[in-house]
Structure formats: structure tokens, C-alpha cells
């Protein structure tokens, strides 16, 4: 169980209204429990409203402004789901620009349904293998990316699943990952990107 234990490891929750409430609550309540210390990060100070299936779910404390967030501050990131959550965000230079730098950075990222709108924005999926909700499929392409329908998907750090019935297998490989740490690969090919500069 030692790559389970997530001890020190900073997970950032990037979320806004709309969030699908059971793909914030349930992976969070996984990274709590193996150690990680989590932060709900929103452009939206003190709470966001969840979203359960087909109407308006609890109100959710927001840790930190996303106007007060630096991505080197956390080892990695989860993008929750919701059609409104990503929707919002990738609207929003900020949230973008701190989803893309978490993952040039090599750090693990997780996200589940819709999330991956946020990948697509931030420009990230060109050339890696990604699951989503059926819908985004067609983005994702366009974008560079390989979709696939898979419960879950892993590519150097990056972890996608489809709906909230892949949450188990989610929250599983999420965990596996940011045990992992830094993909060395993904932070390499950044450095040589800016290099080339």
C-alpha cells in the first residue's frame, strides 16, 4: 500500500457552479483518505453550487481563490465534471493558464467526465490517449488528442474517465499517479519546448 500513501502531496480542485457534486466529493474524499491535503480552488470566492444528475445539489466551500493560486504550490490537479463546471472555466484565462502549468510541470492530472474540456482548452491532449464524456469526443480530436472509451485512461500522468460510474477506477489510478509524482517525461519535453523558444 506505499504508493497509496500520498502524505505532503498538495492536490489542487479546480471547480465553479455546475460542478458534477459526486466527482468533487467522492475523489476528494479518496485523496483525503490516503493522506493527500486537497484545496477547492474556484474564481468564485466562498462557496460553488454541486450539481446531482439533473438539478441543483449542495453548496461546496471554496479554500482558495483562484486569483490567489499558484500551480507550483500543488503536486497535482483534478478536474471535476459537470457540463456548466468545465464550460465556465475554459472561459476564464486564469483557470486555463493554471491547468496548463500544472501539467507542463510534469504534475499529475486527473480529470473525469467533462473535465477534459479544460485539457482541450489548455492545449495539452495533442498526442496523448484520453476518455471523456461521450460528447467531448469530437473536441478532443480536433485537438490532437486520442480518444478512447475506456473507463479509465492513463497516459504519463494524465488520468481521464468517462462518467461518475468510472469513479472506483478513477479514484484508484488518481491515486497511483500523484504517488507517482513528477513525469519527468512531460516536464522534459516542456523544457525543451521553451528552449526552442
Not at 438539478?55 to 456548466?84: K, N, S, T, Y
Amino acid at each position: 500500500m506505499a504508493n497509496r500513501n500520498l502524505a505532503g502531496k498538495r492536490v489542487a480542485i479546480l471547480a465553479t457552479d455546475g460542478v458534477e457534486q459526486v466527482e468533487l466529493i467522492e475523489p476528494r474524499k479518496a485523496l483525503d483518505d490516503a493522506g493527500a491535503v486537497t484545496t477547492v480552488i474556484s474564481p468564485k470566492g466562498g462557496s460553488i453550487k454541486g450539481w446531482q444528475h439533473d438539478h441543483w445539489g449542495d453548496e461546496i466551500p471554496v479554500d482558495l481563490a483562484l486569483a490567489e493560486a499558484r500551480a507550483d504550490e500543488f503536486d497535482a490537479l483534478l478536474l471535476p465534471g459537470g457540463v456548466m463546471n468545465p464550460d465556465r472555466l475554459r472561459t476564464n484565462r486564469d483557470a486555463v493558464a493554471f491547468v496548463r502549468d500544472v501539467f507542463q510541470a510534469g504534475r499529475p492530472v486527473a480529470a473525469i467526465c467533462h473535465g477534459p474540456w479544460m485539457l482541450v482548452e489548455a492545449g495539452v491532449v495533442r498526442d496523448r490517449t484520453v476518455t471523456s464524456w461521450p460528447s467531448l469526443q469530437t473536441d478532443i480530436r480536433n485537438a490532437g488528442g486520442d480518444w478512447v472509451d475506456r473507463e479509465v485512461v492513463t497516459d504519463e500522468g494524465l488520468v481521464t474517465s468517462r462518467k461518475p460510474d468510472d469513479i472506483p477506477a478513477f479514484n484508484r489510478k488518481m491515486i497511483e499517479e500523484i504517488a507517482e509524482g513528477v513525469h519527468t517525461s512531460r516536464a522534459s519535453a516542456r523544457a525543451e519546448e521553451r528552449a526552442r523558444m
